[in-house]
């Protein structure tokens, strides 16, 4: 009856202190979980047998919380089942702009790399005469480096070396910098390499624990991963008066602060930004690794979004490449990197695909990480061939390069376009400020809340940016995720949006937006 995401709002320790309470001026999240509360309870009499309670749960996971998945998208589930039904509603249908998964907003999946990974999969399809050249010369060397020959084997723990030496040629290309493909770690998605990461930088001890820097707004991951780990979060604010760039000042700032409270050891930077939409110049990237050599810091640099810029005079720099260019002061830093097939313009989220390059490790410590990974086997060895296809795309005078082209360059596109125009529509409504969408797949208004609308929503318990989401989505069917489920400053209130729906579809969905907006304001006058 219930679906998980709204198990998941449980761990926020809710259903510890709501059961038999009134809930009439509850959050809809806190009002389902004392409702599914309520029916466990029922449905288990000998509760008090079990193991794992909410008193004996682990309480890292109970801290956790990920917005993106959160009540709002619960709620967005349910609406479709009670369409599905005949339920009426004032819309047709629900328009998820939640998450940024690509493919399930409608975009296609590259024909290249669905042949790659089809022919892996299924090699009697090499024998195909439907099948082009390159893509079965991709799927052999691929399965030649796969143990038996066959991606349904356990590949070594780092990943295939085929492609781990493809991935480095490809950093090499795009950087000028020599890559060590023994520095490569293959990983299901960016996600689980940006885990494996930050588990080595945890100190263990209670009295000093490590700090972990991370922007504000951000990805959830980073600050539900730094409570699974009981480690020590601290936020440093972006200038969004600056679109979104990272000041210097903020960064010395949040780590004086933060001194007496743990022992500073990793800083998290994402450019393209997630979920700013911000990308950083070359000279910001060069004073945060300043900053990070002078505090001695360990650099997590998240750059899934490396293909998606879209402002005129933008370019993605590496933290890598920066970095190597820096002079040999600066040549022995520790730093990893993070790359995705979720994003790009391949968007295979599904496929749980990704990378990371760790460079400047104690050689000590690199075995510790192999080691780590080792625990896990293997990333997904399907996932490992997509992200081959990634970094080793059809090249010029090969069968398949023009479709290939056509297809990346379509999505490329038309996600600029996307851009430009949510970026315009969104400041052209009353009420509503937001940044230039210059990369990634996201953009992220302020919303200038009302004094009534803040009252209104303080009477009901709910944060004033979750009430004004969870009125758009039984409003409009738009789903999209509260600011402050990213982080923002105090007093300030925000949305994410994704524009990944089709050029129509956001056109639709920003006009309805609109109105929403309109009547939301002026029921708060």
């Not at 590496?318 to 600066?330: A, N, R, T």
């Not at 313009?345 to 990480?369: H, S, T, V, W």
């Amino acid at each position: 009856m219930y679906s998980r995401h709204i198990v998941a709002a449980a761990g926020r320790g809710l259903i510890g202190k709501l059961g038999g309470a009134d809930c009439s001026s509850l959050p809809l999240s806190a009002v389902l979980t004392t409702q599914l509360y309520k029916s466990v309870k029922m449905s288990q009499p000998n509760r008090g047998n079990k193991v794992l309670t909410m008193d004996t749960l682990n309480p890292n996971i109970k801290v956790m919380e990920y917005a993106v998945r959160g009540p709002i998208v619960a709620r967005a589930a349910e609406i479709e089942k009670e369409l599905e039904k005949g339920v009426k509603k004032p819309f047709k249908e629900v328009i998820r702009a939640n998450i940024g998964d690509c493919h399930a907003t409608g975009q296609k999946p590259l024909t290249f790399l669905r042949q790659v990974v089809a022919l892996c999969t299924y090699p009697e399809l090499l024998n195909s005469s439907e099948f082009p050249e390159d893509a079965k010369d991709r799927a052999r060397r691929v399965l030649q480096g796969c143990k038996g020959h066959s991606i349904g084997a356990y590949s070594d723990s780092a990943g295939v070396e085929v492609i781990r030496r493809d991935i480095a040629k490809y950093i090499e290309a795009r950087d000028g910098h020599p890559c060590d493909y023994t520095n490569v770690f293959l990983s299901t998605g960016a996600s689980d390499g940006i885990k494996s990461i930050l588990k080595l930088l945890m100190t263990g001890r209670e009295s000093s624990k490590a700090g972990v820097m991370v922007p504000i707004p951000q990805y959830p991951l980073y600050t539900a991963t730094v409570a699974e780990y009981n480690a020590h979060l601290i936020p440093y604010y972006l200038n969004e008066g600056n679109n979104w760039s990272l000041d210097m000042d903020e960064l010395e700032r949040s780590i004086q602060e933060a001194r007496p409270h743990c022992v500073p050891r990793a800083l998290c930077v994402i450019n393209p930004g997630n979920p700013t939409g911000s990308v950083l110049t070359r000279q910001n990237i060069e004073n945060i690794i300043k900053f990070a050599k002078k505090e001695k810091m360990f650099i997590l640099a998240d750059e899934v979004y490396q293909h998606n810029v879209y402002a005129d005079g933008a370019a993605f720099y590496s933290f890598k490449k920066v970095l190597s260019e820096m002079g040999p002061e600066y040549a022995d830093m520790e730093l990893a990197s993070f790359m995705s097939t979720s994003k790009g313009y391949m968007g295979e989220c599904g496929m749980r695909g990704g990378y990371f390059e760790a460079i400047n490790l104690d050689p000590e410590i690199k075995l510790q990480l192999i080691k780590s990974v080792s625990a896990k086997l293997c990333p997904t060895v399907a996932g490992q061939t997509a992200m081959d296809v990634v970094v080793n795309p059809p090249q010029s005078g090969e069968p398949s390069y023009d479709l290939f082209m056509k297809e990346k360059n379509q999505v490329l596109g038309d996600l600029k376009l996307k851009a430009q125009m949510t970026t315009a529509t969104l400041n052209s409504i009353e009420g509503i400020s937001c940044n230039e969408v210059a990369g990634a797949m996201y953009a992220f208004p302020q919303i200038h809340m009302p004094e009534k609308a803040l009252k209104a929503a303080e009477s009901k318990g709910m944060k004033a940016d979750a009430m004004y989401c969870y009125r758009l989505l039984e409003e409009t069917g738009i789903c999209v995720v509260p600011g402050s489920g990213f982080g923002q400053k105090a007093g300030t209130y925000h949305l994410r949006m994704t524009i990944l729906p089709t050029v129509e579809q956001l056109k639709s969905l920003l006009e309805h937006f609109k109105e929403f907006h309109v009547r939301f304001m002026n029921e708060y006058k």
